[in-house]
Structure formats: C-alpha cells, structure tokens
C-alpha cells in the first residue's frame, strides 16, 4: 500500500492496534527514509519478570521511495500474547480527549460543578463511557492542571513585585508593603519567591 505521509501510515496503524487490542510504539530511523511500527511489547525484556517486554514479533515497517510517497514494506501480524480489544481504552496510546470535551471539562470546573459530576456529564454527551476516549483519571488531570496554574488574590500583584523591580530598595518597599496589605507574613510560597529574588 502507498501512503503521503508516515502519520497517515501511523493513524491507520493506530486505529487497527486500537480495534485488535494492543498498543504501539513508533520509530523513524535518522535518515528518515526508513520508519518501523511495532507491538509495545516488542522491545527486550531487562530483567526476567518482565511482562510488558517478551519480545512481541508483531510490527510493520516502512519505506519512504525518492517521490516522497510511503510504502509498506514487510507486515508481521502474529502475537506472542493475548489481545483484548475491550481493554485497549486503557492503553496509554489510544487514550484522548478531544478539544470540545477539554473545554466541557474546563467550563464545568469554572462554573463549580463536582469533579464526579462534571466527569458524568461528559459521559452522558458522549452517549457511553467507553466511548468517551479516555479514564476518568485523564479528566481529572486536566482539571487538577487548570486549577494548579490558576492564579490565586494576589498571586499576579506579588509575582510582579518580584521580578518587575529594578532596583532593589524599590522591591524592600514594595514587598513589605504586600505582604502587610494581604496579612502574607508567614506564607512559605512568598518566602520562597523572595529568597528566589536575592539569589
């Protein structure tokens, strides 16, 4: 089969390891004419009770011709392992969340809704929670890493303090100043930001 692109190879590789049930690495040689997709458990095993490396033989390698174009060259489909296509929403290759369900998540958590809640509406718009592309787990880092960069009162009026002073007697003043204004005398993060700033 003739291909444009190696992620062209790669998405229709992906989608048959997602619906056979196992997961995939990648790998394109430097020369970038030469590319190799295999089953995750190809690799060498490093110790003896190893059960995520056994040397699985099932791959696909690639060519790419002068004309720019992708060829399959050698198909190997035989495993050395079990396959189950129901567990294949856990592996971390065929887990994602798309942009619309990032944004659901997101305006839930502004709008204070439970995280469990706010992870069951999105399985409710998704009509099944198999097919909602991910685990729970994904959804809650998503939430857990918009809500750890979210600025707190006064956060952006101390960060400024820092790193926006010139001169140093300048940044004294001002920081006294904050931390009396927001009673911050004893917080270790701004300790820490101005221990930063001295050295």
Request: proline residues 3%; contains cysteine; hydrophobic residues 35%.
């Amino acid at each position: 089969m003739i291909y444009d692109s190696f992620d062209s190879i790669f998405n229709a590789y992906q989608e048959y390891t997602r619906q056979t049930g196992f997961s995939v690495l990648k790998r394109v040689l430097k020369s970038s004419k030469y590319a190799f997709m295999a089953c995750n458990k190809s690799r060498v095993p490093i110790t003896q009770k190893s059960s995520q490396r056994i040397r699985c033989p099932a791959r696909l390698n690639a060519i790419r011709k002068d004309d720019g174009l992708w060829v399959i060259s050698k198909t190997v489909t035989e495993h050395n392992h079990d396959l189950d296509p129901t567990m294949s929403i856990l592996m971390p290759t065929h887990r994602k969340i798309d942009v619309h369900m990032k944004r659901l998540l997101k305006a839930n958590d502004i709008a204070d809704i439970r995280l469990s809640k706010n992870i069951c509406l999105c399985e409710v718009q998704a009509g099944d929670p198999d097919k909602i592309g991910c685990i729970p787990r994904d959804c809650r880092n998503i939430i857990d890493d918009r809500r750890r960069f979210r600025l707190g009162v006064g956060d952006v009026e101390a960060i400024r303090i820092v790193y926006d002073n010139i001169t140093i007697s300048n940044c004294e003043t001002r920081w006294a100043d904050f931390l009396v204004n927001y009673g911050m005398q004893n917080n270790t993060w701004l300790q820490g930001l101005y221990d930063e700033k001295e050295n």
